[in-house]
């Protein structure tokens, strides 16, 4: 792409984005001027943009009143961040063995599958409930888990499976030995998309982490601060949460699509 | 160059030891101010997590106390009549806008004051063991708070101070403690024109219901009732003793004796008052409802329109003063031994919420929420 037209995109984008809020203030000063309604929809008691940025800075940081100590979005992003990466790495670590296993071996794959085509279409969600009753601690971050393996596992599979013919063949014609095919051959072959599984999983991880916030209950998380805040009546805090857990998804999204550039050369 | 790789590498290894020698500090030294974490949680989850060791104490209404100390998961800590002696807590109120539809709203919220009243007479009596209605009490205590013990439900009912009468000057109190907590929408607050904290107390609290009630409190029923019998969508907490004289009153026919026949309002029993201001009076889903007073306090400002002020309501009676526990784990003796653990209450704004922070800070201790 050339850079002119990159930068016409992101200025097409930026706009998209400023126009966005512009339309968000404009139909909230309407309806607060009483001109513009929906009906069996409270939109006065929607925060304008200005008021929600005031709730983002005011917020931010840890401050106290008195005896009364509010932890700031910064300390929630951290906690909630953490499940995401914990979770993650457990799933990660599990993930990519059992695709491997799968992809690359028919028995395995047929023990495996049956399972794995039943509860990866429970979602996290669903995991919830059972997890307070069963988890002492931690069950945020197993709700994470959930989210996350099944796209590794189905990437990973995906990607053993995608394997050149050629380069296996030629390996075997080397006298490589299983092993060496697995980790020198398949294992190569298969992580642009094993990096895939993981960015899409983390997607799906950071979306639970917020619902599993909301109902298993701990000191900090920013599914739980957006409960809190709505139970005060806050609501230009509870929209300035929702907003950071929408960047903080995307940036994640981000980040992971560049690592996978910077160092996955052959993927292209 | 060489050497400057060399000297790079000895730096960050300096800094890098420096890093790791601060966290293994900071995790050896106990942080003296490190806060108290209330997490917000249901009655049941609070008893179930105290006795998994999941949390080291919680603050809640009756009769989870009670339950909790009977089956020896916990002992109480302090009472909240200790926090505040005759503090007010639940009260009953009505919603603004069915007082505006309603044609004879006046006339029924009387007679609310006056059942009210008749039910803590009830209760007050009952209540000693050795009178002839204390067996049907402590049903009435075990079927509306989910209890399968009596001696739970003698303890709860020892521990709660029923009450019928309004209380301005408590309630000034508590809209002050609500302000230097920082719990109000500063943009609200200015919004809703009230001048103070007393201003504020005496527009939400009206008397003249109780003080009706008082009078005609010896009146024939047949007398009083109403000519038309009214339906009223009346809302409540779950499981809350605090208010038992509802449950009296609806079982003992109280209310129909004087013409109003109570419907459930949808969504009730709630879960704690912030969601019953929000869901149940603010969606025009309740009529009358009995809560605790922070919340009617903080919601009337935070979660209010001004515009057509649809979470104004109006407190007519008191329902009782005290009865919230702080109950900790056996091996706790002092709040101040609660500090970096987690306590469990029924959410932010709710009357424990206030009444915890204000037990905080006679210790000087933080409380986050």
Redesign the interface.
């Known amino acids: 792409m050339k850079v002119g037209e990159k930068k016409k995109e992101l200025l097409i984008n930026l706009l998209s984005l400023v126009g966005f809020v512009l339309l968000w203030q404009a139909i909230l000063i309407l309806t ?1 001027e ?1 001109i513009f309604s929906i009906p069996f929809i ?1 939109l ?2 929607i925060p304008t943009p200005v ?1 929600t940025w005031n709730a983002l800075l005011g917020s931010m940081f840890t401050h ?8 700031g979005i910064y300390n929630h992003v951290f906690a909630s961040l953490e499940r995401v990466i914990e979770g993650g790495i457990i799933a990660f670590i599990i993930g990519v063995p059992v695709g491997i296993g799968v992809g690359y071996s028919k028995l395995i794959g047929n023990i495996f599958n049956p399972l794995i085509e039943i509860v990866r279409n429970m979602p996290p969600m669903a995991w919830i409930p059972i997890a307070i009753f069963i988890f ?2 931690g069950g945020s971050i197993f709700i994470v888990f959930i989210g996350v393996v099944f796209p590794i596992i189905l990437n990973t599979i995906q990607g053993v499976r995608s394997t050149d013919e050629r380069l296996l063949d030629a390996a075997k014609t080397l006298g490589a030995s299983e092993s060496m095919i697995v980790t020198k051959v398949v294992i190569p072959s298969a992580f642009p998309s094993i990096m895939t599984g993981l960015r899409i999983g983390l997607g799906v991880g950071w979306m639970a982490i917020v619902a599993a916030e909301m109902v298993i ?3 900090v998380g920013l599914g ?1 601060f957006i ?2 805040m ?5 609501y ?1 805090e509870m929209i300035a949460g929702m907003i950071v857990i929408g960047v903080i998804g995307y940036m994640m999204n981000i980040s992971i699509l560049l690592l996978q550039r910077r160092f996955i050369k052959w993927a292209d | 160059m060489k050497n400057s790789i060399k000297i790079f590498s000895i730096v960050i290894f300096v800094i890098f030891t420096i890093f790791v020698a601060g966290c293994l500090q900071s995790k050896q030294t106990p942080v003296v101010s490190e806060p108290i974490n209330l997490v917000k949680m249901s009655g049941q989850e609070m008893i179930q997590k105290l006795g998994t060791g999941e949390i080291s104490g919680f603050i809640m209404w009756e009769p989870y106390p009670a339950i909790a100390v009977t089956k020896g998961l916990g002992k109480d800590l302090i009472l909240s009549g200790k926090i505040w002696k005759d503090h007010p807590c639940c009260v009953v109120a009505y919603d603004q806008d069915w007082y505006k539809a309603t044609n004879n709203s006046d006339e029924i919220l009387k007679r609310m004051a006056l059942v009210q009243l008749r039910s803590v007479e009830y209760i007050n009596n009952a209540k000693q063991s050795d009178s002839n209605d204390h067996n049907e009490l402590i049903n009435f205590t075990m079927q509306f708070g989910g209890m399968t013990d009596p001696a739970a439900a003698n303890l709860s009912l020892a521990d709660v101070e029923f009450v019928y009468n309004t209380n301005i000057p408590d309630t000034t109190t508590f809209i002050r403690k609500i302000q230097d907590f920082g719990i109000f929408v500063p943009e609200k607050w200015n919004q809703s024109g009230y001048k103070n904290a007393s201003d504020y107390a005496n527009s939400l609290v009206t008397n003249k219901y109780v003080d009706w009630a008082i009078n005609n409190k010896d009146a024939n029923s047949s007398i009083i009732s109403l000519k038309e019998p009214v339906t009223v969508r009346y809302g409540y907490l779950i499981n809350d003793i605090h208010e038992l004289p509802f449950y009296v009153g609806w079982q003992k026919g109280y209310y129909r004796d004087v013409g109003i026949n109570i419907s459930i309002a949808e969504g009730a029993p709630f879960q704690n008052g912030a969601f019953e201001m929000q869901k149940g009076f603010k969606s025009n889903t309740i009529d009358i409802g009995s809560l605790g007073i922070p919340p009617v306090i903080i919601h009337r400002i935070n979660s209010n329109d001004f515009s057509n002020d649809d979470t104004r309501v109006g407190v007519i009676a008191g329902m009782n003063n005290e009865g919230s526990i702080i109950v900790v784990a056996n091996n706790i003796t002092s709040l101040k031994e609660l500090s970096g653990k987690t306590v469990g209450f029924p959410g932010p704004g709710t009357i424990q919420h206030v009444l915890f922070l204000m037990a905080a800070d006679k210790e000087g201790l933080k409380v986050s929420v």
């Not at chain 1, 106290?64 to 932890?71: E, K, Q, V």
Request: charged share 30%; net charge positive; glycine share 14%.
């Open positions: 607060r009483g409270r006065r008691d008021e106290t009143y008195g005896p009364s100590l509010t932890y002492v601690s209950r701990s000191p739980y409960w809190n709505g139970d005060l009546g806050r230009a």
